[in-house]
């Protein structure tokens, strides 16, 4: 009899889990975005977030909560309530080098989150001020041997995508670069677009625009082919760093124990999203990618992150070591 209720108790239980899932969602979903406004994971988390909450039928919201090169929200949201309502636009950065340089790093990429899905993929774009003085990549390699001291790059913190990538390249080019932090590539290419910083390897979201208009110059993106969104910009290996190539990538995670059929939810919002004209046109017009539907689910997503966490670690600790040697 005792057993009979317990079994009963579990599935009221387990079928009071799935209405709620059914429901989902009866209010707005935050989606965190880890670094400020203005930088390529805001850009991308507001193009998808105003499709997704028309898939959904409730608004996504998109929250900037910044600091530690985008660790200190995606932690948070590793702890939020696992209900579907908090969500953060992971990274490269958050997702995929964060462990290799933070020791203490209060979460795991791979175990404390229920993946969602990616969201897109961008090749790392070298940009510059617009009067720095070398012509083509070459020449950058060469001024940046002759004066690494007088040089500096912006990035959004350590562990970030292009805290990650300028590290990646000054080890490529076998210089040591003075590297200045702020809470997102935004700020940072504010101030490079006011002079002050001299360069920075970012994915190439958001810096289309100045490129074109002549506000900053692209020297080559990492990447074996060029931009559609840039066709005129070179790649590394047609420039001459053919070692350094970098496709960094944005997607969306919850906390871990989201029940799976919200994640099914908010899942199929983002595959309608990416399947949407004029998001994929937003996108690919700033040199954004949209992944192809097979690598679209949460499953593809949990083991890219694994792969990518043992894929960077090494990566990232052999070109900071060469650069402190
Ligand atoms: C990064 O460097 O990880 C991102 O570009 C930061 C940002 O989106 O601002």
């Known amino acids: ?13 387990s079928s009071a889990g799935a209405v709620h899932a059914q429901g989902f969602p009866t209010h707005p979903i935050t989606m965190v975005v880890p670094f400020a406004a203005g930088g390529p994971t805001d850009a991308i988390a507001r193009i998808v977030a105003e499709h997704m ?6 608004q996504v919201l998109v929250q900037n909560e910044l600091g530690a090169g985008g660790t200190t929200a995606t932690a948070r949201v590793a ?11 992971g990274q490269m950065g958050t997702h995929g080098t964060a462990p290799a340089v933070y020791p203490k790093l209060r979460y795991n990429p791979v175990t404390d989150f229920a993946p969602i899905g990616m969201a897109t993929l961008a090749p790392v774009l070298i940009v510059a001020r617009k009067d720095l003085p070398p012509k083509d990549l070459k020449e950058l390699v060469a001024y940046a041997r002759a004066n690494a001291a007088k040089l500096n790059e ?3 913190g350590v562990g970030s995508i292009s805290y990650t990538s300028c590290t990646l390249f000054n080890a490529a080019m076998g210089v040591k670069i003075t590297q200045v932090a702020y809470r997102g590539t935004g700020p940072a290419l504010n101030d490079m677009l ?5 360069l920075m390897c970012d994915q190439v979201v958001t810096y289309v625009e100045q490129v074109k208009g002549g506000a900053i110059k692209a020297y080559a993106i990492a990447s074996n082919e060029r931009s559609p969104a840039l066709p005129n910009v070179p790649t590394t290996k047609e420039a001459g760093l053919p070692n350094f190539q970098v496709t960094a990538w944005s997607a969306l995670f919850a906390p871990k124990g989201t029940p799976p059929a919200i994640i099914a939810k908010l899942n199929g919002a983002l595959d309608k999203a990416l399947d949407d004209e004029n998001v994929r046109k937003r996108l690919t017009e700033q040199g954004g990618i949209v ?5 679209r689910t949460p499953a593809w997503l949990q083991a890219f992150v694994k792969n990518e966490v043992e894929r960077l670690t090494p990566l990232l600790k052999a070109a900071l070591a060469a650069q402190n040697k």
């Open 194 to 198: 006011a002079g002050q910083i001299d």
């Open 79 to 89: 702890q939020a309530k696992p209900d579907g309502y908090t969500i953060v636009m």
């Open 291 to 295: 992944p192809p539907k097979a690598d």
């Open 154 to 156: 912006g990035h959004a």
């Open 1 to 13: 009899m005792k057993r009979l209720a317990a079994l009963l108790a579990g599935v009221l239980v």
């Open 53 to 58: 909450s028309k898939a959904l039928g409730q």
